[in-house]
């Protein structure tokens, strides 16, 4: 859990995505419940698998959709986006993902350009693409959706800066956003389109990444990406801004080193203080004697829903996946008592089923599910307001049966150990203190490099 902002109402929506392959083109549709529909804008064939030269699309940079924090949610008028994101495959042919996924307004792109970032806001004006959106360079998102862009020619190198440039023409509210992006992003000044120039005119820094979801390379046929799905740990919380120090950032400069720049990209499905069976629109979440109930009430939709029911999204529908390492469940034991009334403890026989489902579902879609160990957490506190009763006994025992069935449960097709690469061997129940962020709970640079360096590259190879 992100213990870095101000608490804040937001309304949160469920949505699940499924790709339907329909005469070699992928058509996708979203749906909220049972009581509405929503659909997936394609301005290109969107399809997991080959593209027509015979390579294959493959994400090289994605973020989990998030509602936006209300109270005073960020505005747009006639200005530009400048975002930042950190490719982890290279390609030569690119495209990206805009989402609208909590809006209750279309979303009107004016314009949108890519290219390779040089340092801070500027770009490389040889790489400048101007983005298309089946063939027109404007394009309305409708309300609870996204598009995808029409593939453009462009040399991704492996571990690069992109800079994907939006023109927002009307009043915009970021409904849709990412929120610890952990990455210097910028907006410029009212004087409209701002997107094709080399030094963007800064009005202000942003942290966050509005809008944007994803991005796609077109890579070798051997090419296949990971999904991390995970909470605050995956998201790197903790880690230092701008410097790309997130686990997943840490695999992913192995497996170049290991594999090249074309074979696997890994994305970052990472969300704050998110879960793995429930979320804040599950039953009884709220009321009784919970200290801190007050503060998930405010920021529990922006936590996302639960990962049982975002697995599609956030996962199935993702470009090329061919594994997935799933890294949830720490929330699910720390909350009740802190943010959920203690009677809605979980037990490890519930983490594990949940576990389960989520690996069913991989393999029925022919993906390989990866398990993570869940790290020590005693002494973890909350800074604002301040409290430290994360940790019991009794927490501790469900987290210790959890790690021994990922460990010894035979039922992952891979097991990535991250507990015993930050714990402190003279304290297992609670982080090596070189690797701590100072809340207890989530690891620093040094600790995702270990975690990082803990993965064992051969879970990805031959699939």
């Not at 997936?40 to 924090?69: E, F, I, K, M, Y």
């Not at 109930?293 to 470009?319: H, I, K, N, T, Y």
Request: charged residues 20%; proline residues 7%; glycine residues 10%.
């Amino acid at each position: 859990m992100n213990t870095n902002h101000k608490p804040a109402l937001a309304v949160l929506n469920r949505w699940k995505f499924k790709e339907w392959i329909v005469c070699g083109m992928a058509l996708a549709s979203v749906g909220v419940g049972s009581l509405a529909s929503a659909h997936l804008t394609h301005s290109s064939v969107l399809s997991a698998g080959d593209n027509r030269d015979g390579q294959r699309w493959v994400g090289t940079w994605a973020t989990a959709p998030q509602p936006s924090l209300p109270g005073n949610p960020q505005t747009f008028r006639n200005q530009s986006l400048r975002l930042i994101v950190h490719a982890s495959a290279g390609g030569t042919k690119v495209r990206i993902k805009i989402s609208n996924t909590f809006g209750d307004q279309p979303l009107l792109i004016g314009s949108a350009h890519i290219a390779r970032r040089t340092a801070g806001a500027e770009i490389d004006p040889a790489s400048d693409r101007r983005l298309m959106f089946r063939g027109h360079a404007s394009a309305t998102v409708p309300k609870r959706s996204m598009v995808v862009s029409d593939p453009v020619e462009l040399d991704v190198p492996a571990l690069s800066d992109l800079a994907i440039s939006l023109f927002l023409p009307e009043t915009t509210v970021a409904t849709t956003s990412h929120i610890l992006a952990l990455q210097t992003n910028y907006v410029s000044p009212e004087t409209g389109d701002s997107t094709p120039e080399r030094k963007f005119p800064v009005a202000k820094p942003i942290a966050s990444w509005p809008f944007l979801t994803g991005v796609d390379v077109a890579a070798s046929a051997r090419s296949a990406t990971i999904v991390a799905l995970g909470s605050s740990l995956t998201d790197g919380d903790g880690s230092t801004k701008d410097a790309n120090r997130r686990w997943p950032d840490v695999l992913a400069e192995r497996l170049l080193k290991s594999m090249g720049a074309t074979e696997r990209g890994i994305i970052n499905e990472g969300i704050i203080g998110n879960r793995l069976l429930s979320d804040s629109q599950s039953p009884r979440q709220t009321g009784g004697p919970n200290p801190l109930g007050p503060v998930f009430e405010q920021l529990g939709p922006a936590l996302g829903s639960a990962g049982v029911a975002r697995f599609e999204r956030d996962v199935l529908a993702q470009s090329g996946v061919k594994y997935v390492i799933l890294a949830l469940g720490v929330n699910d034991i720390l909350f009740p008592g802190s943010f959920i009334p203690a009677t809605e403890s979980v037990t490890a026989e519930g983490v594990i089923l949940g576990n389960r489902k989520l690996i069913a579902r991989a393999h029925k879609n022919g993906i390989r599910a990866i398990g993570a160990t869940i790290p020590p957490f005693e002494n973890a506190i909350f800074r604002s307001p301040y409290f430290d009763g994360f940790y019991t006994p009794e927490k501790e025992k469900v987290r210790q049966e959890v790690n021994a069935w990922i460990r010894n449960g035979g039922e992952f097709d891979g097991v990535i150990d991250f507990d015993e690469a930050v714990r402190d061997p003279s304290h297992p129940t609670q982080l090596l203190p070189t690797y701590d962020s100072g809340d207890h709970l989530h690891v620093n640079d040094a600790g995702n490099i270990a975690q990082g360096n803990a993965i064992a590259l051969a879970l990805f190879e031959g699939h």
